[in-house]
C-alpha cells in the first residue's frame, strides 16, 4: 500500500482539539451561565440495597428558591427506561430509583433550585423513608 | 487547598504556563504528544500540578509523578498517558541544553 494513500494507518497523529485544552481554552457546558438557568443537585442512597417506602418532598419544597423535586416514580412515568447494552429485562435502568435503590449512591431524587448550593441544601431536608433489604458483596 | 488558603499569594493558571501566543510549554506540548487528555476538563489541574512537580523535582520518578497528580481525577485517560506526558515532558526540559547527538 503506498504511504500517501493510507497516511492515518500506523501513523502518530496529534488529536486538533488538544491544543486549545492544554491551553486552558476548553469550553465545556459548566462554562455556559445562561441567564435563569435552573441547577440540579441529586439525592443519593445510603444503603447498598432498599426500598423505598416513601419520599416526603414537603420540606425541600417549602424552601425560598427551590422550584421542583422529582422522583424515580415520576420520571419513569414520563420517560423510557435507559439502554443498558445487557440483556436484563427484568431490570430497566433508570436515572432516578424507581421503589427499590440496587446500590449505595443510586440517584433516589432531583432537586432544581435558584442556585446548585440551595439544591444541594434542599436535598438534605428530604425525607425519604427506605427498608433496607439483604445485598450481596461479590458476583458468587 | 482551599481558594481562601491563596489569598495575598501570586497564582498561576492554565493560561499563564503558555510560553508567548500559539506557543506550547513543553508539558502542554507532551501532553498532545502522548494523548494524556480526551475530554480535557482536568487538563488544566494536571498540567499545573506537574509544572509545580517539576519546578521542585526535574527528575520525578512514577511514584513522585503519580503522587503529585494524586489530587486530580480524570474519567477518560487511565492516567497512563498523563504519567507518560510528564516524565517525557521532564526528560526534555532536562535535556534541553543537551547537545542533539546526545539526546534520546
Known amino acids: 500500500m503506498s504511504a500517501d494513500q493510507h497516511r492515518f494507518v500506523s501513523a502518530d497523529r496529534r488529536v486538533r482539539e488538544d491544543r486549545r485544552f492544554v491551553a486552558g481554552k476548553g469550553r465545556f457546558v459548566a462554562d455556559i451561565d445562561l441567564p435563569d438557568t435552573k441547577q440540579v443537585a441529586l439525592l443519593t442512597c445510603p444503603h447498598a440495597a432498599a426500598r423505598i417506602i416513601s419520599i416526603d418532598k414537603r420540606a425541600a419544597l417549602a424552601m425560598p428558591g427551590v422550584h421542583y423535586v422529582l422522583d424515580g416514580s415520576e420520571l419513569a412515568a414520563a420517560t423510557l427506561p435507559l439502554m443498558t447494552g445487557l440483556d436484563t429485562p427484568n431490570v430497566p435502568r433508570r436515572p432516578l430509583a424507581v421503589d427499590i435503590a440496587r446500590y449505595s449512591g443510586e440517584w433516589v431524587a432531583a432537586v432544581v433550585a435558584d442556585t446548585r448550593a440551595l439544591a444541594e441544601d434542599a436535598v438534605e431536608e428530604i425525607d425519604v423513608r427506605y427498608e433496607p433489604l439483604p445485598f450481596v458483596l461479590d458476583a458468587e | 487547598m482551599f481558594a481562601p488558603q491563596a489569598e495575598g499569594t501570586p497564582i498561576t493558571t492554565i493560561e499563564g504556563v503558555t510560553p508567548g501566543p500559539g506557543e506550547l510549554s513543553p508539558l502542554q506540548d507532551a501532553f498532545c ?29 512514577r511514584d513522585d509523578i503519580v ?10 485517560t487511565g492516567y497512563a498517558q498523563i504519567i507518560e506526558a510528564i516524565a517525557l515532558a521532564a526528560d526534555r526540559i532536562r535535556g534541553r541544553n543537551r547537545p542533539s547527538e546526545l539526546r534520546r
Not at chain 2, 503522587?67 to 477518560?76: D, K, V
Open chain 2, 33 to 61: 504528544e502522548t494523548h494524556g487528555l480526551q475530554c480535557g476538563y482536568c487538563t488544566p489541574a494536571m498540567i499545573l500540578a506537574a509544572h509545580a512537580l517539576l519546578a521542585d523535582n526535574p527528575d520525578p520518578t
Open chain 2, 67 to 76: 503522587e503529585a497528580i494524586s489530587g486530580n481525577l480524570c474519567r477518560c
